[in-house]
């Protein structure tokens, strides 16, 4: 066996290829389409770096690396993303989800009690990883998710049947437990809180952000791979805030929280707005960049 045909081998050339156009990220990029090539793990990649990859293997990983080199996710290629240190399938009808969002998770459940029965509400749920992970923190709580897109619905459906807590029982074993989830969570399609007659101690939101006329101009992995439907947030970028603060307000206890994820420069615009419903207490959590991520309000 020659030393070029070894995984180890096919590894580097993965990473130099798409170092073309994704330089920072290609060694992690190169090895997760690797696992998904080969169904090995990173702990068994590395243990069989000397092993020969084998032409199909070889042809498989390189498509991979082709879609990657178009600019399409690694997460869209493969079909999954961490996310909490839980695995969601995702697809073209959903965000991805991003680590920018765990500044939510972080928020919300620094104001969730454990031992008590909750309901939650999040508004446009795509994959479902913002309400599927707080119920998975939150075993007595209860979850409503909305969405406008059916197929993205379908998916939060199937992360909610198959999301599983890994329990590590060492360097390389672990054991899945299914946490149950389904039973605990109803998925609706709709428009925001519009026909929904229910309450909740707490909403989560992550909506459009993006001004209209600026989705031309993001990125390509973003502005080919994403569904315009989970970015267009109106002609100023807050449309959707307009439509789903008020509302949040009517549905939520006494003492219940609004979090939502902003847009790095809407946080004074997106404030007043929960001012004027009725919120106080509003703040602003920073994700790990330092950009404004997450803004929070309480109802009275």
């Not at 498989?60 to 961490?82: S, Y």
């Not at 209860?142 to 060492?170: E, F, V, Y």
């Amino acid at each position: 066996m020659r030393a070029e045909q070894t995984l180890e081998a096919l590894q580097r050339r993965m990473i130099q290829q798409l170092k073309t156009q994704h330089h920072e990220t290609a060694p992690l990029d190169a090895r997760l389409l690797l696992e998904h090539a080969s169904g090995l793990s990173s702990t068994d990649l590395a243990m069989q770096a000397k092993q020969e990859a084998g032409s199909t293997l070889i042809h498989d990983a390189q498509a991979l690396v082709a879609l990657r080199l178009t600019g399409m996710p690694v997460a869209k290629i493969i079909g999954h993303k961490e996310f909490w240190g839980r695995r969601f399938h995702v697809s073209s009808a959903v965000l991805d989800p991003r680590p920018d969002s765990e500044t939510l998770i972080e928020a919300a459940l620094a104001l969730l009690p454990e031992k008590k029965a909750l309901r939650l509400i999040d508004l446009g749920t795509g994959s479902g990883c913002l309400l599927l992970t707080l119920l998975a923190e939150r075993p007595l709580a209860r979850g409503l998710g909305i969405d406008k897109s059916r197929a993205a619905l379908s998916l939060a459906r199937r992360n909610a049947h198959c999301l599983k807590l890994r329990l590590k029982l060492g360097l390389d074993s672990a054991l899945d437990l299914n946490l149950g989830l389904r039973r605990r969570v109803a998925l609706r399609h709709g428009d925001w809180l519009h026909g929904v007659n229910a309450t909740a101690d707490m909403i989560v939101a992550n909506p459009p952000y993006i001004a209209s006329d600026s989705i031309d101009r993001l990125d390509r992995d973003v502005r080919l791979f994403d569904p315009r439907l989970a970015l267009d947030g109106g002609s100023d970028g807050i449309g959707p805030y307009h439509a789903l603060i008020a509302p949040s307000f009517q549905c939520l206890t006494g003492g219940g929280h609004l979090l939502l994820e902003i847009g790095v420069t809407q946080a004074e615009a997106i404030s007043a707005l929960m001012a004027a419903a009725g919120f106080t207490d509003i703040s602003l959590r920073q994700d790990l960049a330092g950009r404004d991520r997450v803004l929070i309000g309480r109802k009275p």
